[in-house]
């Protein structure tokens, strides 16, 4: 099944969980939502509102209970797993909170790691790549480190070139600097956002920061838009 | 990068772990290999030293003593027969050859064996040749003159250093008839490279008691029978004349294996057990780091890993530490298998050779593998089923 031009939607989109007793809580409800090709969203709530819940959703991790996501013309929930898991690694790019860099890897493995689940490109040019975006984000010199290496600003610029890694049109950051003093929060979120844009990328992110709020096409209130059922 | 070089990766970030682990099962492979290299060495051994001969004459007595002790000089030696023995056998039409045989002491735990040069003749059914790296073969000396010639096996005179025309002797009592040097073997890998070899007439002369006999003493006579028809009137005879019994070696060594298979079975149990242990061991180690990494496989599913590439990753991992441990522990199974059958030579004297390499050792690394990659079966599945969203959160 396809849809229109927007690059993401939203259709009676619900999610709830098991609380015992053979009850389920909803945590989210949002009858409609759509992302332009190309826009930079900013999404806001308070903890709990069910923003990383949505986010896990549009990216094909977490099953909606009911409810269509339409990503870039594909009903993600349409494909089988394997299918959503490779549509996954070509079109979304994921940037993590706690960045979720992996340990024994090298910032360079770390992104060539995304570049195996979509094998277009050959060994030497999957290295170059990777190496060329790490370079943008100012790494070339730590290639070969380990996060335990890196500063917490670095490992959130290796965790954005990951997600860079495979061109995907549409990326998702929850709360990408949450994790960074401010200052370094500043400086990685301008070059994140910087890099995106030049590539027109559907952006949507999870923050609270002045910087990402500064430049946003539209700022989303989880409290608006998701009308979860009263619990029972 | 490849779904290896991820698992080799994973094995790298936790290099300690996964060499311990490594090791574990390196030295349980070493201990099956060496286990059964030592046991088909020994048999091998055995059968190696017993059949030349069809027949074995000595004294009455214990069977195995006397085969023990005649063919591999281990045991106490029996009592002796008389000289008269050997020329009744030597004068048998139904023999082909007889050799006398007569042990004594040892020089340096080295066994004196003194017969004649029939012992070291080549014949199309000796399973060994003797041939010497240096010197001849000690002279037939008359019993009135003995010359106190002596070759040395291979070993003996690469462990103690003896060269040609050396003398030596064991205990002051024999410094009047001291030994000398005039041939050393080279290696036949059986009981013949520990000892020291030397004339009927020296043995004689050295010997005290032996001086004053009329009809000199031997400890046996080994003889190969011109058919094996004669055999059974030969072994009848010889065992129902009141001085000697005739054994038969291929009957003794059944008694042995039979003594021997009693220890491999418990053995094969005990075995049976330590790859279990270590089969545990890997499972516990791979069970462990994939509870470890539960985060790290969320992401890597969320970035777009398919469960299948996950459950390789584990087994690949599990499979690369087995197939390390089992070609380090088929290495070390040697080692310690060759190092096993110097302590055997030397304590035992049945000398063996445990180092034949053959193609099942590719089997057994293949069985390795596959077991270790069941050990990561559990843990794989585990890693297969991770839930991604959960495991993804927060962890504060």
Redesign the interface.
Same mark, same amino acid.
């Given at each position: 099944m396809t849809q229109g031009q927007a690059a993401v939607t939203l259709q009676g989109v619900t999610k709830s969980f098991p609380v015992g007793n053979g009850r389920d809580l909803e945590v989210l409800n949002i009858q409609g939502l759509e992302l332009s090709t190309g826009s930079y969203t900013v999404l806001r709530g308070p903890s709990g509102s069910g923003k990383?819940?949505l986010l896990?959703l549009m990216?094909g991790?977490?099953i909606p209970t009911t409810g269509t996501i339409w990503v870039d013309g594909t009903d993600i929930f349409s494909l089988p797993?394997?299918r959503r898991?490779?549509f996954?690694?070509?079109h979304i790019g994921?940037i993590?909170?706690?960045f979720?860099l992996?340990? &024994?890897?090298t910032a360079l493995?770390n992104v060539?790691?995304?570049?195996?689940?979509?094998p277009t490109l050959a060994k030497r040019e999957q290295r170059q790549r990777a190496e060329e975006i790490l370079g943008n984000l100012g790494l070339k010199e730590r290639l070969s480190h380990r996060p335990h290496q890196l500063s917490r600003g670095e490992q959130q610029r290796v965790a954005i070139a990951? &997600?860079l890694a495979?061109n995907p049109p549409f990326i998702l950051a929850d709360e990408p600097c949450a994790s960074l003093d401010p200052n370094t929060a500043r400086v990685v979120l301008a070059e994140f956002l910087t890099l995106c844009r030049e590539e027109k990328k559907t952006l949507l992110v999870v923050s609270h920061d002045e910087t990402a709020l500064r430049g946003a096409d539209r700022i989303l209130e989880m409290t608006e838009i998701n009308r979860p059922a009263e619990p029972s | 990068? %490849? #779904?290896f070089a991820?698992a080799l %990766?994973?094995l790298?970030?936790?290099l300690v772990a996964s060499s311990f682990t490594a090791f574990s099962v390196a030295l349980g492979v070493a201990l099956v290999i060496s286990t059964f290299l030592l046991i088909r060495g020994i048999k091998d051994g055995f059968i190696e030293g017993t059949t030349d001969y069809n027949l074995i004459v000595g004294a009455k007595g214990s069977p195995t003593q006397l085969v023990l002790n005649v063919v591999f000089r281990i045991d106490v030696a029996p009592p002796n027969i008389l000289h008269t023995i050997y020329e009744q056998l030597q004068a048998d039409t139904r023999v082909d050859l007889a050799v006398p045989v007569a042990l004594g002491d040892a020089y340096q735990g080295f066994r004196y064996v003194s017969t004649t040069a029939d012992y070291f003749k080549n014949v199309p059914w000796r399973r060994k040749t003797f041939t010497f790296a240096e010197g001849r073969l000690f002279r037939n000396d008359a019993v009135e003159h003995p010359a106190y010639e002596a070759v040395l096996g291979a070993q003996v005179a690469r462990q103690i250093g003896l060269n040609r025309g050396d003398q030596f002797y064991q205990g002051e009592e024999m410094a009047e008839y001291p030994l000398t040097v005039v041939g050393i073997l080279r290696p036949t890998h059986g009981p013949d490279d520990r000892a020291i070899f030397f004339s009927l007439a020296s043995f004689w002369g050295m010997n005290e008691v032996a001086r004053q006999m009329t009809v000199k003493p031997l400890t046996a006579v080994l003889v190969r029978p011109k058919r094996l028809s004669d055999l059974p009137s030969l072994h009848r005879e010889f065992n129902v004349a009141p001085e000697t019994q005739a054994v038969l070696p291929s009957s003794v060594l059944l008694n042995i294996f039979n003594l021997l298979s009693l220890a491999e079975e418990v053995l094969k149990m005990i075995l049976g057990i330590v790859a279990l242990v270590v089969f545990l061991y890997l499972f516990v180690a791979m069970y462990s780091a994939t509870l470890e990494r539960k985060?790290?496989v969320a992401?890597?599913?969320?970035?777009? =890993?398919?469960?299948? #590439?996950i459950l390789l990753i584990v087994l690949l991992e599990s499979a690369t530490i087995a197939l390390i441990g089992g070609a380090v522990g088929i290495a070390g199974g040697y080692g310690l298998a060759y190092l096993g059958a110097q302590i055997v030579a030397a304590r035992g004297g049945l000398a063996m050779n445990p180092l034949v390499f053959t193609p099942l050792q590719f089997v057994v690394l293949a069985g390795v593998v596959v077991l270790g990659t069941l050990a990561g079966l559990i843990p794989a599945i585990l890693a297969y089923r991770t839930e991604?969203?959960e495991n /993804? =959160?927060? /962890?504060s």
């Open positions: 990383t819940t896990n990216a991790i977490s797993e394997p898991d490779r996954r690694a070509e994921y993590f909170q706690t979720n992996l340990a &024994a890897f493995e060539l790691l995304a570049m195996m689940f979509v990951r &997600a495979n | 990068m %490849t #779904i991820v %990766t994973y790298r970030g936790r985060r790290e992401t890597m599913r969320a970035i777009g =890993a398919r469960r299948g #590439i991604v969203a /993804l =959160a927060p /962890l």
